[in-house]
């Protein structure tokens, strides 16, 4: 095994780790940063994101109106404290993504342009055309060529964490075009291992989003918060999943039914609105999780559109006309084309919900601190509480700057005032057991199950039972189904048996990291009984800020389902109340 | 959905094992409206599981799943089955080593996206922490295109001269150096005309085209690289005569 001697890891380079690493790189240059990601860093999924990043702006808007609708939209579940820093904070951010090059989209004026989001009352999501996320995350990258100090290992498959006495202390790695193994030691580690949409069957997310930095984290002992909320997006292409992003309605799409009925106006999001004319916070401008949740009873109800691909509802936007539609997002108008054949300017385009966020993640907090000291999450692998119940789309983007850029600094200072022994023999044995575990499932040389046989029935049982609407009966099912699954999982055998950028071992080990997950959200949806946010129970249809305002937290116990226990969410201005999407005509 | 049955043929190597790359068949029943991508899953998930290959957003903007598709470099999320024929062999991108089987080694063009120096340089002080940088659509627009690169390498793999020689830079990394130039916001082409200066630089271009033709983006590198030389040689006499102050 080698090792290699760092000052900070970072596990992850995606927006929110390559956010971080520049500021650490900023703060000084000679702290040393391993940055380590298992895809190239512009491979990351960031680069999928298409609607932009949240930040106020324009004179009628306020920090407080924002503040308001991330909290509403959170459905009172985000920590305040941490909501109140990153209004402030955001565009600050936006703006420094500006001067390092992002090509952000303007106004005639020369100033950057802002478009309406779901869920956002007033104009403040800064955007790139339709591929906001992918200028954001390029231009991370290249800005990030600069620092001699961020020393990158890409491709370099991250196994799980090192920690000695209740700190964290580094993690092994398997670089992945020879099969050696690494081990990383560090004074603190930062977590950015992005989401885990793909435990779900249908999802915009990436290959890639498996959940690692999750699972490794819960292995180690850290608990997973409000590992319940999972957000659906409303408008995935059916079949492959692909985003057509919020922006679509943004610029004013309207959703139908078979009979060409704006059905959102009989879910409370009405009255409906002119074609065209978008109105904030109402209609198809309601949030994700009331949309998503319309396309369920409207599915039952029978009014939906059966297509190839199971059923649908239908996006018209052929009211924007051509120009606009190529101008302002002609990477859905092409994707729409290529995988589904429709084209949006003369045609409506059949979409369904499908899994889109995970607003839960490793317990962290403001400072972007776990509770394992010297352990940092940030980015969608995180669970800092910005989003609570519902994550608003165009807050998440902003989130891995703000919060990438604090992070650091407490990383930073963290491993100013915590030296360490730079050879530790029980880590070294750790790591060792780490290694062994793998080298065991490269050998194995007998077994029934297979990676992607066990990874179907995963995403079926979370559809079922931890989907869109959940109870007791379903989330009880999946969560034994799960169980079963991570047992069955041990006679997975590996038929693969190259050293050299074995995708199967992979796909092995990115399943192990997926059923943690899984087992997370199965478990935290059959606790949560109550409704809130993306989290619906058809048999506690209330919201009960009595028993449950409060975060979940899941705490791993080998060979035994999770501890659940609560923790208090922080107010500190905003008493719960009622979310209101009727665009203030009631 | 109707299916068609497709003959696939793949190159395979693994370096531990075989002496040359070789080919497999796969017979793989295809959805209509699947891409190579998704047949190369059904392979990995169904038939074949240690086939190596790489992907992730399948929405053709992280740039991993280029490939050579019946002899010519794709994005295989983006080459759909309905435009193939009954049978289709798939290989690695040209002009790479090969890894293992259809993963190539792009060592080298990443440390060429660095040598391009792709970020903003500037000599005067960027505007306060909370004020941008104004930018007309018309100065946004004159960029714009080349910051459309999602770094496939499938103009590396289709460039006749990259491929007799790694000296040269190439279209993808010229054209992220162009990027920046034409960037309002910077102050570093000359720094950035230093990479022309040497003698891998954009000289070594012979301008078939062949970069643009192959570019899922539309990003047009060789009408980059034109554009290059010019501000190149205007450069060079510049620097020649003392008009600028500003070589390091
Ligand atoms: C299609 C789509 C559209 C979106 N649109 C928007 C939008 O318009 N606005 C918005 O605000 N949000 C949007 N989001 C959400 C947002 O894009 C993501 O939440 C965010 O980009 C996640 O960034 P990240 O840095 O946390 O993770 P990622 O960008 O996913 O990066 C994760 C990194 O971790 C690395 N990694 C993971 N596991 C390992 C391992 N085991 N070993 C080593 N490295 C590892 C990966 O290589 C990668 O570098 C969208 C999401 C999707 C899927
Ligand atoms: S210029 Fe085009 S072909 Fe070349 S790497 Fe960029 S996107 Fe790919």
New binding site residues.
């Given amino acids: 095994m080698k090792h290699i001697q760092a000052d900070i890891v970072i ?8 956010r971080a690493a520049i500021a650490i790189a900023e703060i000084d240059p000679e702290i040393e940063i391993a940055l ?4 190239y ?1 512009m ?12 930040g106020v702006k324009l004179s009628d808007d306020s920090l407080e109106m924002h503040f308001n609708d991330t909290v509403s939209g959170g459905d009172w579940l985000c920590d305040q404290d941490v909501v109140e820093y990153f209004v402030e904070q955001a565009p600050r951010e936006l703006v420094q993504l500006e001067h390092w090059g992002c090509p952000w989209s303007r106004e005639d004026d020369g100033s950057v342009a802002v478009r309406p989001f779901g869920g956002m009352k007033k104009k403040r999501t800064w955007f790139a055309a339709d591929k ?2 992918f200028h954001i ?1 390029h231009t991370l990258f290249q800005t990030s060529l600069q620092f001699p100090s961020i020393k990158r290992y890409d491709e ?4 799980d964490l090192l920690h000695e006495d209740g700190r964290a202390r580094g993690v092994v ?1 398997m670089e992945m075009r020879s099969g050696c193994f690494f081990h990383f030691s560090a004074a603190s580690v930062i977590m ?4 885990a ?1 793909k435990i779900f069957p249908f999802t ?3 290959a ?3 959940g ?2 999750m699972a ?1 984290a819960y292995r180690a002992g850290v608990p997973m918060k409000d590992m319940e909320f999972v957000q659906y997006h409303p408008t995935g292409l059916p079949g492959t999943g ?2 057509l ?3 679509c309605r943004g610029e004013g799409g309207v959703l139908v039914n078979k009979d060409g009925y704006r059905y959102l106006q009989d879910y409370d999001m009405g009255p409906e609105t002119p074609l065209g004319e978008p109105v904030f916070k109402s209609m198809e401008l309601g949030p994700r999780d009331r949309l998503s949740q319309a396309f369920w009873h409207e599915q039952k109800k029978g009014n939906t559109v059966p297509t190839a691909w199971g059923d649908c509802v239908l996006m018209d936007m052929r009211h924007l006309g051509a120009q606009r539609i190529l101008e302002r997002l002609p990477m859905v108008h092409e994707l729409a084309v290529s995988y589904v054949g429709v084209d949006m300017i003369t045609d409506p385009v059949p979409v369904r919900p499908v899994v ?2 995970m607003m839960g993640g490793i317990a962290s907090n403001i400072e972007g601190e776990t509770p394992m000291p010297g352990l940092f999450a ?4 995180a669970c800092g509480s910005l989003n609570g119940a519902n994550r608003l ?8 700057l703000v919060f990438g850029k604090r992070a650091a600094a407490g990383a930073a200072a963290f491993a100013a005032e915590n030296d360490y022994p730079r050879e530790a023999p029980a880590l070294l044995a750790q790591a060792e057991a780490i290694v062994a575990r793998v080298r065991g499932l490269l050998q194995k040389s007998e077994g029934n199950e297979s990676v992607a046989g066990i990874r179907g029935e995963m995403m079926n049982s979370l559809e079922e039972g931890a989907g869109i609407y959940r109870d007791e009966e379903g989330t009880e099912i999946a969560c034994k189904k799960i169980a079963e699954l991570q047992a069955r999982s041990a006679a997975i055998k590996v038929n693969d048996k190259s050293n050299v950028f074995n995708t199967d071992l992979q796909g092995l080990l990115e399943l192990q ?1 997926m059923l943690d997950a899984a087992e997370c959200v199965a478990e935290a949806s059959n606790a949560r009984k109550e409704s809130r946010g993306a989290h619906q129970r058809m048999d506690y249809v209330e919201r009960d800020d009595e028993n449950y305002l409060k975060h979940s937290m899941a705490y791993r116990q080998p060979g035994e389902r999770p501890r659940i226990d609560w923790l208090d969410v922080t107010i500190t201005r905003s008493q719960p109340g009622v979310r209101d999407y009727s665009g203030d005509k009631k | 959905m109707g299916t068609r049955q497709i003959e696939l043929e793949v190159m395979r190597y693994n370096p531990e094992k075989d002496e040359a790359p070789w080919f497999q068949q796969y017979s793989v029943p295809c959805e209509e409206d699947w891409a190579i991508l998704d047949a190369l899953i059904y392979v990995k998930d169904n038939l074949d599981s240690t086939l190596s290959y790489r992907w992730s957003c399948h ?1 053709m903007v992280c740039g991993s799943c280029g490939m050579t598709v019946n002899g010519e470099p794709h994005l295989t999320c983006k080459t759909f089955i309905r435009d193939l024929p009954d049978k289709v062999r798939v290989e690695p991108l040209e002009n790479f080593p090969i890894e293992r089987d259809l993963v190539v080694v792009l060592d080298d063009v990443m440390q060429k996206l660095q040598l391009a120096k792709p970020y903003i340089i500037r000599k005067d002080d960027p505007p306060p922490e909370d004020e941008e940088y104004p930018q007309s659509r018309a100065a946004l627009k004159k960029f714009k295109q080349y910051t459309m690169c999602i770094n496939c390498m499938l103009c590396y793999s289709a460039c006749p001269q990259y491929g007799l020689s790694n000296d040269f830079i190439g279209p993808a990394a010229l054209s992220l150096a162009h990027r920046y130039n034409l960037d309002s916001r910077d102050q570093g082409k000359a720094q950035r005309l230093d990479i022309l200066a040497d003698h891998d630089g954009v000289w070594e271009c012979s301008f078939v085209g062949a970069c643009s033709e192959a570019c899922p983006k539309n990003v047009d590198p060789a009408a980059a690289i034109q554009q290059m030389k010019v501000d190149g040689t205007m450069e060079w006499w510049k620097q020649k005569f003392g008009l600028t102050g500003d070589k390091p």
């Fill in positions: 596990v992850g380079a995606g927006g929110a780790g390559l380590i990601s298992k895809v860093p491979r990351s999924h960031t680069c999928a994101a298409e609607g932009g990043a949240a906001s996320g995350l370099f498959f991250a196994l790695a950015a291992t992005g989401g949409g915009t997310n990436g890639i989003k498996t690692d930095g490794m692909i985003l992003t919020e922006g889109h966020y940030i980015g969608e692998t789309g165009s807050n998440s983007l902003t989130e891995l990291n | 929405m």
